[in-house]
């Protein structure tokens, strides 16, 4: 009896990871934060009307949940934002969760239409960035972001906009950064910078 309950599991587990790969799956239930870790500072963080708002000290909100044991590999990530005049955020990708400072491991793709910094929404930071921008502050819009072995795609409502290739784009300032795999996160850069999030799903792709 035994072995046929776990045998059970396991295959109810092998459902639930298959269906996870290509399809896509809501991170964000507009309600609360479960399946979310939150850094440094959490009242940064906020939830209203189905609504993720951004504003405050430096933070970052790591996905921990179950999809994908949030550890992703190759992925795609469609996130449905909007930015407010002068503010910056951005989407951590092959990262881990981490209590303080900005994250060490993983890349981040930037959002970023009219703040100081010159690298642009679509960049990934560092290593190659974006100076143009595509949608203008308090519209709302998507940020695509597809991953797959060495490459990293970034489409901005439909238009790809940024391709890195790590085997061949390493002259950032953030050399120590680099492709693995891990989980993904959501940042909020400075009190003088709020966005908001509607919308974080993905779509795991095969190894």
């Known amino acids: 009896m035994k072995n046929t309950f776990l045998i059970a599991l396991f295959f109810l587990a092998s459902l639930n990871l298959s269906a ?4 896509w799956v809501e991170l964000f239930n507009g309600k609360n934060f479960d399946g979310w870790k939150i850094s440094e500072n959490p009242d940064s963080f906020t939830i209203s009307d189905g609504i993720l708002k951004v504003e405050g000290p430096r933070g970052h909100m790591f996905y921990m949940g179950e999809v994908g044991d949030h550890d992703f590999n ?8 909007k930015t407010m005049p002068k ?31 010159w690298r642009k929404t679509g960049s990934v930071y560092s290593f190659k ?10 519209e ?4 695509h972001i597809i991953v797959k072995g060495d490459e990293v795609t970034v489409k901005v409502n439909g238009e790809t906009i940024n ?4 085997s ?4 950032g300032d953030l050399g120590t950064k680099k492709l693995d795999h891990g989980t993904i996160a959501l940042q909020a850069h400075d009190p003088g910078s709020v966005i908001y999030y509607r919308s974080v799903k993905v779509k795991i792709l095969p190894d």
Do not use: M
């Open 20 to 23: 996870q790969t290509g399809e």
């Open 129 to 138: 960035d974006v100076r143009e921008t595509y949608v203008e502050d308090g």
């Open 163 to 166: 391709e890195y290739d790590e």
């Open 74 to 81: 190759n992925f795609e990530l469609i996130v449905e934002l």
């Open 87 to 117: 503010a910056n955020s951005g989407i951590f990708i092959h990262t881990q969760y981490q209590e303080n400072g900005w994250p060490s491991i993983g890349h981040e793709i930037q959002v970023n239409q009219t703040h100081g910094d």
């Open 168 to 171: 061949k784009d390493r002259e």
């Open 140 to 143: 709302w819009y998507t940020e």
